[in-house]
């Protein structure tokens, strides 16, 4: 069965500085990766997936991840962080076969100190 | 475009109640999905619907009933609700294909179980 692990309940760090947000998984078969963000009272975005092809995947509101087969990782960076960033943010993996759900991780709050 | 949508936002109500959170989705998607959000667990599934008149149970189904005679709604029906139902839950849609596909996700249903 498919999981997914986000080893930080919460990461703080200041505007302007680069974040990072951890997430390893586990599938048999290729994975198929994605991030998602919850802002406050809200439901989640999605901001970016992982497929095939470039392990350095771009996706919305400047953020990035890395896919790293070897280390079956999944983080989530940006290279200049801002206090409006600050939200809940959950890893999810889905196996390449057949159309089962998502797996979420217990997701990772971030919070931007201005 | 109104996309997908959960009524009611927030509800309150007793032990040993039937209560019925809606989900209705704009996009003819095929698949949709019902989550609670509960604080150190993340998002968990509880059911899921390939397409109208196909179910399938998630990870905490007990205590939960889900029909889908029409396409574009899912509702989610607790039989007798207890307080461990209290919760966040989120109804999400995917078009049908590839996994690949993200899933989007409606706004929310707070449900308080006194």
């Known amino acids: 069965a498919q999981s997914v692990a986000q080893p930080e309940d919460q990461v703080n760090v200041a505007e302007g500085n680069p974040l990072t947000v951890k997430c390893t998984y586990s599938?048999?078969?290729?994975?198929?990766l994605f991030w998602y963000v919850q802002y406050p009272n809200r439901g989640l975005q999605f901001l970016l997936k992982?497929?095939?092809?470039?392990?350095l995947v771009k996706g919305s509101y400047g953020f990035e991840a890395e896919f790293n087969k070897s280390q079956t990782s999944f983080h989530l960076k940006k290279p200049s962080a801002l206090v409006s960033d600050s939200a809940l943010y959950f890893c999810?993996?889905?196996?390449?076969?057949?159309?089962?759900?998502?797996?979420f991780g217990k997701g990772t709050r971030l919070s931007v100190i201005a | 475009d109104a996309g997908i949508t959960q009524s009611p936002r927030y509800k309150i109500t007793e032990t040993g109640r039937q209560v019925t959170l809606m989900c209705h989705q704009t996009?003819?998607?095929?698949?949709m999905f019902w989550y609670r959000q509960d604080l150190g667990h993340g998002l968990r599934l509880i059911y899921y619907?390939?397409?109208?008149?196909?179910?399938d149970k998630g990870e905490v189904p007990d205590g939960y009933v889900v029909s889908r005679s029409k396409t574009e709604n899912f509702p989610l029906t607790l039989e007798s609700a207890t307080r461990s139902q209290t919760s966040v839950y989120f109804c999400?849609?995917?078009?049908?294909?590839?996994?690949?596909?993200?899933?989007?996700f409606g706004p929310g249903t707070r449900l308080t179980v006194l």
């Open positions: 992982y497929i095939t092809g470039d392990n």
């Open positions: 996009w003819s998607h095929s698949y």
């Open positions: 619907s390939a397409a109208a008149d196909i179910t």
């Open positions: 599938v048999s078969g290729n994975p198929y």
């Open positions: 999400a849609s995917r078009r049908q294909g590839s996994p690949t596909n993200e899933q989007f």
């Open positions: 999810a993996v889905h196996r390449d076969s057949g159309n089962t759900p998502l797996v």
